[in-house]
Nanobody, 113 residues
Framework: VQLQASGGGLVQAGGSLRLSCVASGVGFSPYQMGWYRQAPGKQRELVATIHGGRSNYADSVKGRFTISRDNVKNTVYLQMDSPKPEDTAIYYC?????????WGQGTLVTVSS
């Protein structure tokens, strides 16, 4: 399984940005997709996950970020609306497929005030 994330960059606080992550090497079995992030000097943390039509969000992003997926394209998205400077981090996509736990290379999101 390989994951390719894209869409990071510089965004102003209050703006919007959409991250994408394409998974290759996955079959048709249901599997969880998600986004995590790691800010400088901090541990990696959950942002959002989606599985079986149900999504889960960190409290810090609820109401501002939306996770979605396209099962035909094996792609997961993270729509970031009204980002804040504290959302600045490297964002990693994640897939839990079978017994494996797979990570993308990370994409940097910088939110300016």
């Amino acid at each position: 399984v390989q994951l390719q994330a894209s869409g990071g960059g510089l965004v102003q606080a209050g703006g919007s940005l959409r991250l994408s992550c394409v998974a290759s090497g996955v079959g048709f079995s249901p599997y969880q997709m998600g986004w995590y992030r790691q800010a400088p000097g901090k541990q990696r943390e959950l942002v959002a996950t989606i599985h079986g039509g149900r999504s889960n969000y960190a409290d810090s992003v609820k109401g501002r970020f939306t996770i979605s997926r396209d099962n035909v394209k094996n792609t997961v998205y993270l729509q970031m609306d009204s980002p804040k400077p504290e959302d600045t981090a490297i964002y990693y996509c994640n897939v839990k497929y079978g017994p494996g736990d797979y990570w993308g290379q990370g994409t940097l999101v910088t939110v300016s005030s």
